[in-house]
């Protein structure tokens, strides 16, 4: 019978393309899924259910109960109040890396897990690996950069910004961010599980040397468009101005955005590029999207959809 991995975070943005990377290696998986949350298309795999979340101990059990392997995908990165952060990214992982017992646990994390200070999302992946590296049984953490691509809602504005002619970029000089396509993100993290590494901190992008600057994407995000795009410098007053307003309308009951004082800090930290590049020669990794390429994806998956 094929290994069994127990997976969290299956119905949000990686964990589609991520189940779909394990099936594709014939694995067995077992989803941690909320009850109130619409399955994602899993790309014809069959998994298996546990209803709950990462509150409940008798589903954590469950998930967990027979797995080779558990890999927590799920985060919080948006929230009403600071402290939701804690509760969810440090306070659930540690939950759960108490059940898994002798499981490998491989933790997807954030390089923003490098700058703790910036932001309470930050220290919060920053706790969460904390939770990770101190326990018994085997573990990784991978933390990943900026991931984009197919079903990705929070960089969809981006693209619509510049669908209309304007490419909105920090105005910070010099910053550079790492990015990777969401597909090459799944298969990176389905052959650290087939590969298993030695437990580290680890980081993955699409192995571009230095990352990229805000120009590289102004410029590739208008080629899948085809249009031009003028680039436009958000000064931080502004930004930090907006976030404000967010922060208020959290306050009144509205929508959760996720622009907040904290994020502010985070977009004009002037180095999110990958340091690490140990975990791509352990698992014989290479990307499959460059930015231009991974761009002339998204885009047209987003047309696709009438989501541009």
């Given amino acids: 019978m094929p290994r069994l991995v127990a997976v969290t975070g299956a119905t949000g943005f990686v964990g589609p393309h991520l189940v779909a990377a394990l099936g594709r290696r014939g694995w067995r998986v077992r989803l941690l899924v909320r009850r109130w949350s619409p399955l994602p298309s899993l790309a014809g795999v069959e998994a298996e259910l546990v209803?709950?979340?990462?509150?409940?101990?008798d589903a954590l059990q469950r998930l967990v109960d027979g797995a080779d392997t558990v890999i927590h995908?799920?985060?919080l990165i948006k929230a009403r109040h600071a402290d939701q952060f804690m509760a969810v990214n440090r306070d659930g992982t540690a939950r759960l890396s108490a059940a898994a017992g002798p499981a490998r646990l491989l933790l997807l994390s954030s390089l923003a897990?490098?700058?703790?200070?910036l932001s309470p999302y930050a220290a919060s992946k920053?706790?969460?690996?904390?939770?990770?590296?101190?326990?018994?049984?085997?573990w990784l953490a991978v933390r990943a950069p900026a991931v984009y691509g197919p079903g990705d809602r929070e960089t969809l504005a981006y693209f619509r910004a510049v669908a209309r002619g304007l490419a909105p970029r920090p105005a910070i000089a010099a910053a550079r961010l790492s990015l990777i396509h969401v597909e090459d993100l799944a298969e990176a993290l389905a052959l650290a599980v087939e590969r298993a590494p030695a437990g580290?901190?680890?980081?993955?992008?699409d192995g571009r040397e230095g990352g990229y600057g805000y120009?590289?994407?102004?410029?590739a995000a208008a080629l899948a468009l085809g249009r031009k795009a003028w680039s436009i410098a958000v000064p931080r007053p502004v930004m930090v101005g907006l976030a404000r307003l967010n922060q208020l309308g959290h306050r009144l009951?509205?929508?959760v955005q996720i622009l907040t004082p904290g994020k502010v800090n985070e977009i004009f930290h002037p180095d999110w590029t990958v340091h690490d590049r140990r975990l791509a020669g352990a698992i014989g990794f290479t990307a499959r999207y460059d930015l231009a390429s991974g761009f002339r994806d998204t885009v047209l998956w987003y047309r696709r959809r009438e989501w541009l």
């Fill in 73 to 75: 995908a799920a985060a």
């Fill in 200 to 205: 580290s901190i680890y980081e993955i992008d």
């Fill in 113 to 117: 897990a490098r700058e703790p200070r």
């Fill in 126 to 138: 920053q706790a969460a690996e904390e939770a990770v590296t101190g326990r018994d049984g085997p």
């Fill in 253 to 255: 009951g509205g929508p």
């Fill in 215 to 219: 120009r590289d994407m102004q410029q």
């Fill in 51 to 57: 209803l709950g979340d990462l509150g409940d101990a």
